[in-house]
């Protein structure tokens, strides 16, 4: 499970890299489950019905990291229950109690990231380690986001709203470097980064050819550091 990434810090990478302005204050360098962190989604649908006319523009969201299941009955529950729901699995997530609602809604993100944080445990202990692409540049990964509360967009409601995002993850059995950590016993997983051209598609492919995006990334593309401990 990727519970620990390493947010975008620099405002200027956020245009080179997802073609997005920062956002007006930047989230902590380290995202661990429950912290607000960023994702970038297709503009929601104005709940005006006169002015509903879809839109494909981006733009980037603040919410919490792990998602928020809307069918929980209060929003200490929710935010109780996002804590074990960071990550889902492709394949599980269709008629998901918890994701099902997100992945049939198209409610698809990208998460930006430097990195994210596994354990090494080859010696017998954990080793943190950082995990980056070889050429230094953001990734972007999919992921799910989700609204608990009030929707959005309604003024009339002045109740408690929580927005909310969770990783996808792929297997990374038989990944040349992924495969080396997790805990002994654990399922190998890595989280589903996108190639820089995908954007888009990701976000906008109907919802048939959605699973095509969640595929391993390649090894020789990622390099991995272990965590200098202070």
């Known amino acids: 499970m990727i519970t620990h990434y390493e947010s975008v810090r620099l405002a200027t990478l956020y245009t080179e890299a997802f073609n ?7 989230p902590g360098r380290d995202i661990w489950p429950r912290r607000p962190g960023v994702f ?11 002015t509903a006319e879809a839109s494909a523009a981006r733009e980037l969201a603040v919410g919490q990291f792990g998602l928020a299941p809307a069918w929980a009955k209060s929003a200490s529950d929710a935010k109780l229950r996002s804590s ?3 990550n889902a699995k492709p394949d599980a997530v269709p008629g998901s109690k918890n994701f099902g609602a997100a992945w049939s809604e198209s409610r698809r993100c990208i998460v930006p990231m430097m990195a994210f944080f596994v354990d090494n445990w080859r010696t017998g202990k954990a080793v943190p380690t950082r995990i980056a692409r070889v050429d230094g540049r953001p990734m972007g990964v999919a992921g799910l ?5 009030k929707a959005e967009g309604d003024a009339g409601d002045m109740g408690e709203s929580i927005l909310s995002f969770t990783l ?3 297997s990374a059995y038989g990944h040349g470097l992924m495969h080396r950590y997790q805990p002994p016993g654990a399922e190998k997983r890595m989280p589903a980064i996108l190639n820089e051209g995908a954007y888009d598609a990701w976000l906008n492919a109907p919802q048939g050819k959605a699973m095509e995006f969640m595929r391993a990334y390649p090894a020789n593309w990622l390099t991995a550091n272990p965590v200098e401990q202070g």
């Open 20 to 26: 997005l302005s920062a956002p007006d204050v930047l």
């Open 40 to 50: 970038i989604r297709n503009q929601p649908a104005p709940v005006d019905a006169a």
């Open 84 to 86: 074990k729901l960071v």
């Open 145 to 149: 986001w989700e609204r608990w509360g």
């Open 168 to 170: 996808l993850t792929v």
